[in-house]
């Protein structure tokens, strides 16, 4: 076993390197290599237990995609995701559950219920995969994020809860919306005491290589605590990455470079083998279907029927909630408008309720003023049929279908449990081959180009630089009061000529000591790293901008370093 799946991630690897030559999408041609691969006479099969995909794949998936996600934008874009990756979810089941009983005779509407759980969720690999190399906007981009890191918690429970109301078995909680509540608070509550604890143990190591361990050790124990104790592993694996990937700012640079090549490296490994696995299960999943009784012509139609309704309930669903979503952003955007009117004329709608409420209650404590910002603007039409037709299935979907029971509590025959695995691949194939090929000639030909979110980034970038210069100008000043000396004036001078804060052309003479100046630029990047995540945590600075700023900070601190142990 072990053997072939090394054999699979080296042939994967290998059609991914000559995809990225060749510009196409390597998650895609990967799948369609392996599909064609199954059909080869003597290929043995590649089966993983459920438990393997869940319990292994999936969490070091799900906890770099967080890690690497911005929680800021996460939260500006909440109520879309939660609408898309719960609610939804809930909708899709019963929707395509009915459409599944209709067309499939092997399944009772109950047993449809349980396909209409496995498909309902798009995976998260394989739309994080997809919509990075199509060039998804940022906005659309993080929405699509968003939702595929927590659909899989609602799917999940609600397919936990269907499989035991088929096998007559028992949920941990019988009644689902309180199973689904308990499971996610649970699994967020877990995520976060987990992934704050690695973060301390992480602080007092001191040590890259240790703290790079410890970050790989994170998901795997936040899913099985979580599922040990009945709750979603899925939302305590995401909830701990955004922890780590928040606090990461704070460690040193060593740490930061090596777990984001760690991590990069990791996510090359297991994308490719997962769509390489998705791929070579065809023709065993069709000659499972066809030995149970289930001939290919109604298997393809059945197929054909449940993935149009998946993907007719997700259109559906958008563009319903979009019209109630863009709505509310106009009642929103009024209100907003009143209050900057408001404040123009100097009279603070906050100050005037808190005059009034200290009125009536002088010994009311002071209210903290809420920390207003404008309405997050709601996506285009364009940007919703690109969302609308992002729903590729993938693994989990897989991996959920192959956990149904084979028997019932009663002994017998799980109701169409063949016919539930072979719908769920075909359906994961057919989103993977033509919503996945299609999808970056749809952004090609909507032109989906959004010259307010590039104002914005270009806004966030200069303020990244001006805070940068403010924190160095700052330092500087510090360092001439405390060093008053002919050399360290020339040493400050050479440095805020470097850093751009003067136009005078540079001279470095013979009075500059460049040991001396090693030690101040370090102190510069101290200072500027600080100042920026003040800022990110104040909530002026994007925290994709700031990422992005670190990085080269990092490189400029190791340079430093380098220097200090070769000299």
Same mark, same amino acid.
């Given at each position: ?7 699979? $991630? ?17 998650? @895609?041609?990967?799948? &369609? ?19 393997? @995909? ?73 739309? $994080? ?8 906007? =940022?906005?659309? &981009? ?15 429970? @609600? ?13 941990? $909680?019988?009644?689902?919306? $309180? ?24 602080? !007092? ?30 939302? +305590? ?6 922890? @780590? ?22 996510? =090359? ?65 009024? !209100? ?32 903290? !003023? ?21 729903? &590729? ?8 279908? +192959? ?24 359906? =994961? ?58 050399? +360290? ?5 050479? &440095? ?50 700031? !990422? ?20």
């Amino acid at each position: 076993m072990f053997a072939h799946i090394l054999i699979v $991630i080296i042939a994967a690897i290998a059609i991914s390197a000559f995809a990225e030559r060749r510009n196409i999408q390597p998650a @895609i041609l990967v799948a &369609m290599v392996g599909l064609a691969a199954s059909f080869i006479p003597g290929v043995p099969r590649l089966e993983l237990e459920p438990e393997i @995909i869940l319990g292994i794949v999936l969490p070091p998936m799900l906890f770099s995609a967080a890690s690497d996600f911005s929680f800021t934008s996460f939260a500006r874009r909440l109520g879309s995701i939660v609408n898309l990756g719960v609610f939804m979810v809930f909708a899709a089941t019963a929707a395509v559950g009915v459409v599944a009983a209709g067309v499939v005779p092997e399944l009772t509407l109950p047993a449809a219920l349980v396909l209409a759980a496995v498909l309902a969720p798009p995976d998260a690999v394989t739309a $994080i995969t997809i919509g990075r190399k199509a060039g998804l906007p =940022t906005g659309l &981009m993080t929405v699509l994020k968003g939702e595929s890191l927590i659909n899989d918690a609602a799917a999940l429970t @609600i397919f936990a809860a269907a499989v035991a109301a088929v096998a007559g078995t028992h949920a941990f $909680i019988d009644n689902l919306p $309180i199973y689904f509540l308990y499971s996610s608070v649970v699994g967020v509550l877990l995520g976060l005491i987990i992934g704050n604890f690695a973060q301390f143990v992480r602080r !007092r190591l001191g040590n890259p290589s240790l703290s790079t361990v410890v970050s790989v050790i994170v998901p795997f124990a936040a899913y099985l605590v979580a599922e040990e104790l009945h709750a979603s592993g899925v939302l +305590a694996v995401v909830t701990a990455g955004f922890a @780590i990937g928040h606090h990461a700012v704070e460690s040193g640079y060593e740490e930061r470079m090596q777990e984001r090549e760690f991590w990069r490296t990791a996510d =090359t490994l297991l994308e490719t083998f997962v769509f390489a696995y998705i791929g070579l299960q065809l023709r065993f999943v069709i000659t499972d279907a066809e030995e149970a009784g289930i001939d290919l012509p109604t298997l393809l139609f059945a197929a054909t029927a449940v993935f149009l309704a998946t993907v007719a309930v997700r259109f559906i669903w958008v563009f319903g909630t979009a019209l109630v979503g863009r709505w509310r952003y106009r009642a929103t955007q009024r !209100r907003w408008v009143e209050y900057k009117a408001a404040l123009a004329r100097g009279d603070d709608p906050f100050e005037r309720r808190g005059r009034t409420a200290r009125a009536d209650r002088p010994d009311a404590p002071a209210r903290r !003023r809420p920390q207003l910002e404008p309405p997050q603007r709601p996506l285009s039409w364009k940007e919703n049929v690109v969302l609308s037709w992002t729903g &590729m299935r993938g693994v989990v979907t897989l991996a959920a279908a +192959a956990g149904v029971p084979a028997v019932t509590a009663t002994g017998l025959d799980f109701p169409g449990r063949e016919a539930i695995l072979a719908i769920a691949f075909l359906v =994961t194939i057919a989103t993977l081959l033509i919503q996945g090929l299609s999808l970056p000639w749809l952004i090609k030909h909507l032109d989906l180009n959004d010259p307010r979110a590039e104002k914005y980034l270009a806004d966030q970038e200069d303020l990244a630089r001006k805070l940068a210069n403010e924190a160095t100008a700052q330092a500087l000043a510090e360092y001439r009061e405390a060093n008053d000396t002919p050399t +360290a004036r020339r040493v400050a001078e050479v &440095m805020a000529r470097r850093n751009k804060l003067t136009t005078e052309a540079e001279h470095t003479g013979r009075n500059f000591d460049q040991d001396e100046a090693f030690e101040l630029s370090k102190t510069l990047l101290a200072a500027k790293r600080k100042r920026l995540i003040a800022a990110r945590d104040a909530r002026e600075l994007d925290e994709t901008v700031l !990422r992005d700023v670190l990085e080269h900070m990092d490189l400029e601190q190791a340079f430093m370093d380098t220097r200090d142990r070769t000299v």
